[in-house]
């Protein structure tokens, strides 16, 4: 493969990470169905990839129908990774990651369950269901590489979440003493963390040691748009209460130039929310392969 010059300049990045909602057959009130929002939430991520050339779509809640109607209507010049969390193959949730294969080619990728046992499977500590990070290390065609991971924790174990923060610190570090080049690479992580600020999962991830750092707190108000305070917003049931759960991490050993962020909208006029979560971007940039 040919080496990249100096003189090609840094390669600009797009990160999203976004909780599209399960197709359920039982709509909440102020929801539609996945029939009414597929199409409106597929021209979504077609527009926030419009004009970009690296990009990597972080999604979570994703059924199989689901996958296959996002690659659908992203087409061809795309591609993904990720297995069903309930048995590894199609059932049950994926939280895949989506690449641009025209640019990018996944050397390799793995599905870990966040539990005691990752490697099968399974449910950790008080987690109502089985939850997972899909993770890949991906070569840009002029050779730069990055790791992307993807995460959706447990809404109702609160030791679940905690734990599952502390193990995927542990795979990231993994990762990243996988070879010198993995030590090298840029490593995202994004999510639906069910964790906000002040809770213990995200203070596990955040923490000094763990290597993982909000990039949310990297960049002054003035390079955000957006709520920066809400992605999960509900479709109006009054149980609940919007909060900012949804998150993009980059480890800090990663040599990247933070160019923008923004929280994005789910429901414009016409009262259709497109989820129950916000989509959440982050623009960088990576130093050219030497």
Request: aromatic residues 10%; hydrophobic residues 35%.
């Amino acid at each position: 493969m040919a080496k990249l010059s100096a003189s090609h300049g840094p390669l600009p990045i797009r990160v999203v990470t976004y909780n599209v909602r399960y197709a359920t057959q039982r709509p909440v009130e102020g929801e539609e169905p996945w029939s009414v929002r597929r199409s409106k939430l597929c021209a979504q991520m077609r527009f926030i990839a419009a004009g970009q050339s690296n990009v990597f779509f972080c999604l979570q809640e994703v059924l199989y129908e689901q996958l296959v109607d996002i690659q659908d209507r992203l087409g061809p010049a795309w591609r993904h990774i990720g297995v069903g969390r309930e048995d590894g193959d199609k059932k049950g949730e994926f939280s895949p990651i989506f690449y641009m294969a025209e640019n990018w080619a996944c050397e390799r990728n793995r599905t870990y369950w966040l539990s005691p046992t990752p490697e099968m499977p399974s449910k950790g500590w008080d987690a109502a269901l089985e939850r997972i990070v899909t993770a890949g290390s991906f070569r840009h065609k002029k050779g730069a590489l990055v790791i992307v991971m993807a995460t959706h924790f447990d809404h109702a174990g609160k030791v679940a979440r905690e734990e599952s923060a502390r193990l995927i610190v542990k795979l990231a570090a993994d990762w990243k003493s996988g070879s010198k080049e993995e030590a090298e690479a840029p490593l995202f992580l994004g999510g639906d963390f069910n964790s906000t600020p002040d809770e213990e999962a995200y203070k596990a991830l955040v923490e000094p040691g763990s290597g993982m750092k909000d990039v949310s707190g990297l960049l002054p108000n003035d390079l955000k748009y957006g709520n920066h305070e809400i992605t999960y917003t509900s479709f109006g049931e009054p149980n609940e209460r919007p909060k900012r759960i949804d998150f993009l991490f980059v480890h800090e050993s990663s040599n990247v130039k933070l160019l923008g962020f923004a929280i994005l909208d789910n429901k414009h006029d016409d009262g259709v929310f497109l989820s129950d979560h916000r989509p959440v971007v982050l623009d960088l940039e990576i130093p050219p392969k030497e």
